[in-house]
């Protein structure tokens, strides 16, 4: 069997081949080799069923009719005929090796293409998003890309520059203008959903209910001074996020960077008697030492000219919390570095946009209201514009 499969379908197998959960394909994309598009072929006379277009082996969602595997085929002869298949006709030369072979008989779309598959079913918030997570060293989960549990620390499958090359090489098309001003959002090497989602909010532009600070550079190595009792300290930091050219930055600390809710836990235990007091002081001490070092990074950093902020989820998820948080930014971009941030604050400022840019926070975070927030943010759009149709783009696939 030989089968290429595109949209949805390729980029929950991409997601399953970074997250290890597709034996069948290795864990490294960049071992996959590239290719051409692929007509569907079968042993002679076998036909195309619902468990030949199941992708479930490879990682993905089961097929359905509801939700069909999409297909990407060559010719229109070559289309298959099943309500479990939804086919997509290449008919146009695309750039050369715009597909992945994944070597047990599927091929999927490459990372590039896939990107400008996407921005004809995503919002652009949502396909800024997916750009961090393509060039990036993390991978959501590829049934429940929202908020199942991500794999981090993988390597990257493309580069902004390679995406925009690919945008080049694939001419006119109608959907590359909004491949286009999502690229200019995204920027390389974010290291979690979340860190993703703060560099996307500060780089979208106010158009989209973001901030339009970018361009930004992540996790990017710099060295630090050390004074006095600080000489033990790391000689390099890594900072989150910086704004390109400027010394301010932000670094994102998740709750699983101080975790005390295992201190919590391990509490609670030790009064039961189910774990030593030594066990429990192993932790405490393990946090103070994350606490303290936290506290000779900001140091370090201010040091050497730098001024990070550290943010955790409360200045994403409390209403109003981010808009806080970004009038520092503005403050700051203005006093160091005298960043014109009038865009800025006049998003900020503006009532009429303040309840849709909470709508588009709350719209991109790993919470199961997401996707009611980003439906709200749309109907909002609708009835503004007073238009009779807007594009629904597909919410599942953040």
């Keep these: 069997m030989q089968l290429t499969v595109n949209g949805t379908s390729a980029l929950a197998v991409l997601r399953a081949i970074r997250s290890g959960k597709c034996p069948a394909c290795g864990s490294r994309v960049s071992a996959l080799s590239r290719c051409d598009i692929a007509a569907p072929a079968l042993d002679e006379g076998a036909k195309w069923t619902r468990r030949r277009l199941d992708l479930s082996s490879f990682g993905a969602a089961p097929a359905s009719k509801e939700h069909p595997t999409q297909v990407a085929v060559p010719t229109s002869a070559s289309r298959i005929r099943s309500p479990y298949a939804h086919t997509i006709c290449y008919t146009r030369k695309l750039p050369e090796g715009s597909f992945v072979d994944t070597g047990a008989g599927l091929v999927i779309s490459s990372p590039e293409l896939l990107f400008v598959e996407m921005s004809k079913v995503m ?40 995406i925009a090359a690919f945008l080049k090489a694939y001419g006119g098309k109608l959907s590359v203008p909004h491949a286009r001003a999502a ?59 910086l704004v390109a050219g400027t010394t301010v930055g932000i670094n994102y600390d998740g709750h699983e960077h101080l975790d005390l809710d295992a201190l919590a836990e391990q509490a609670a235990a030790t009064i039961d008697g189910t774990v030593g007091e030594a066990a429990l002081e192993r932790t405490k001490r393990q946090i103070r030492e994350k606490v303290r070092d936290d506290l000779l990074r900001d140091r370090q950093l201010a040091a050497s000219g730098l001024m990070v902020l550290p943010v955790t989820s409360d200045d994403l998820f409390a209403p109003g919390a981010t808009d806080a948080l970004m009038s520092v930014v503005c403050d700051l971009l203005e006093q160091r570095d005298d960043r014109d941030v009038s865009q800025a604050r006049g998003a900020i400022a503006s009532r009429a946009l303040r309840r849709r840019r909470q709508l588009r926070v709350w719209s991109l975070l790993p919470w199961a209201d997401g996707e009611t927030y980003a439906r709200e943010l749309r109907l909002l759009e609708r009835h503004s514009l007073e238009q009779a149709h807007v594009k629904e783009y597909d919410l599942r696939w953040l």
């Design 123 to 162: 919002d652009p918030a949502a396909l800024a998003l997916l750009g961090y997570e393509l060039c990036g060293t993390f991978s959501r989960d590829p049934v429940d890309p929202r908020i199942g549990e991500a794999a981090l620390g993988v390597e990257p499958v493309t580069s902004v520059a390679r």
């Design 183 to 241: 690229l200019a959002a995204i920027a390389d090497n974010a290291w979690s959903p979340m860190e993703a989602v703060v560099a996307a909010l500060m780089s979208l532009p106010v158009t989209e209910y973001g901030y339009g600070l970018g361009p930004l550079v992540l996790n990017q190595r710099v060295s630090v001074r050390s004074h006095g009792g600080d000489q033990q300290g790391p000689a390099t930091r890594v900072p989150d996020i």
